[in-house]
């Protein structure tokens, strides 16, 4: 059996009067989702438990059968594990954004979507003016970077800066234990992203660094130990594969996969035919819908919805034609909402068709088509999904 998780990152929304209260899910042309949902049945699933903050990390954690209330510790610890940081047990690991303040407002939490080749620089600037034996800064990927604190205090509250997308951002300042040192670190971060040369070129300028999502090092038990699955992960994020390196998974790294708009969809598809040549999963997670949510751009989400379908859904879907035994799932993680910008944790819709799969006798995949199904929590589908008891 060959199984496939195909995860749009933030397709679910509300209904927009713009689209005569249609989700954007629903407005979208997705025949290929559909297909899926003909083919098999559709569902609702719970992906952020109760108390947790409704993030990629724990919505992916929970995607892929994790009970993310008792493993989950923070988000820099995962992205650590993406860029091959080991984190000590003292060490503290936060995710460390660029971002585009002004006029006292969020004005870009990912200074204009900053590619890595102008980022990585300015992290290595600011780890020579501000790094020492207890401080690190570590480049990532685009916007998306990590800062390292030995024998950081815990409990410090922090705020995702794309939740206050357009938002005043003085509120929403770093509270709690160690709330000097992130304050102070910031301060002193300003003058020498402003002084990088690459960024006095650049229209959306990265002004300051915003640290969140802190935690310690997190340890999963593996898919391969649970389930017996030899698998790899597909995403243009180190949030994403960072949980599929903790999940025992084998990332596979596509060239020119952005995480936003046009990215290298044919890549990540040859990557998921290469792995599941030789392997029994893949998780293929792709960004762009969330991206787009996080602006508030009706017309660019629906986009992005329509080409995930065509570029990744109907590719698969086509793959699976000559394939005996294939078990295929699509689901966004969470909800990201248009009218707020940002995450919500409600539940969303999932599609399953394949081997041991019953239909239940639907023929479209949205919020509407699901919405009769019972909730079911995250984990408990992702082992029906590999058990195929539907």
């Not at 969140?212 to 999963?220: N, S």
Request: charged share 20%; hydrophobic share 40%.
């Amino acid at each position: 059996m060959k199984y496939v998780f195909l995860v749009g990152d933030g397709m679910a929304d509300d209904p927009q009067p713009e689209l005569g209260g249609k989700t954007p899910l629903e407005a979208a042309r997705t025949p290929n989702m559909d297909r899926i949902a003909s083919r098999g049945r559709v569902g609702r699933i719970l992906t952020v438990p109760p108390g947790l903050p409704p993030g990629s990390d724990v919505a992916n954690l929970s995607l892929m059968g994790y009970d993310a209330a008792a493993n989950y510790q923070g988000r820099g610890p995962i992205e650590a594990a993406s860029i091959g940081v080991a984190l000590a047990p003292e060490d503290t690991a936060f995710r460390c954004n660029l971002v585009t303040l002004g006029g006292g407002l969020m004005a870009d939490y990912s200074a204009g979507h900053i590619e890595t080749e102008e980022s990585q620089p300015m992290l290595r600037e600011l780890q020579a003016a501000l790094g020492n034996e207890r401080l690190k800064f570590v480049p990532g990927v685009s916007y998306r970077h990590l800062l390292i604190i030995k024998d950081f205090p815990q409990g410090l509250d922090c705020t995702p800066p794309h939740d206050i997308s357009g938002q005043e951002w003085l509120p929403h300042l770093p509270k709690g234990p160690g709330r000097d040192i992130i304050l102070d670190l910031m301060e002193k971060a300003r003058p020498v992203l402003a002084a990088s040369e690459i960024n006095l070129k650049r229209a959306t300028p990265a002004t300051d660094i915003w640290p969140w999502g802190q935690g310690r090092a997190m340890k999963l038990e593996t898919l391969g130990q649970r389930f017996g699955l030899k698998g790899s992960v597909i995403s243009a994020v180190d949030l994403v594969r960072g949980l599929g390196i903790l999940a025992g998974l084998k990332v596979r790294l596509v060239a020119g996969a952005t995480g936003y708009l046009g990215t290298n969809y044919a890549g990540k598809v040859e990557a998921a035919k290469a792995a599941l040549a030789e392997e029994d999963f893949v998780y293929l997670h792709v960004e762009a819908p969330d991206e787009t949510s996080h602006e508030g751009d009706l017309a660019k989400k629906i986009q992005a919805i329509e080409e995930f379908d065509q570029s990744i859904v109907g590719e698969i879907l086509a793959w699976a034609e000559v394939v005996p035994d294939a078990r295929i799932i699509v689901a966004p993680d969470h909800e990201t909402k248009l009218a707020t910008k940002t995450h919500a944790g409600g539940p969303i819709p999932y599609a399953v068709c394949g081997p041991g799969v019953a239909r239940d006798g639907g023929t479209a995949y949205n919020e509407r088509a699901a919405a009769v199904a019972p909730v079911e929590p995250a984990p408990a589908v992702f082992e029906r999904f590999i058990r195929g008891s539907w």
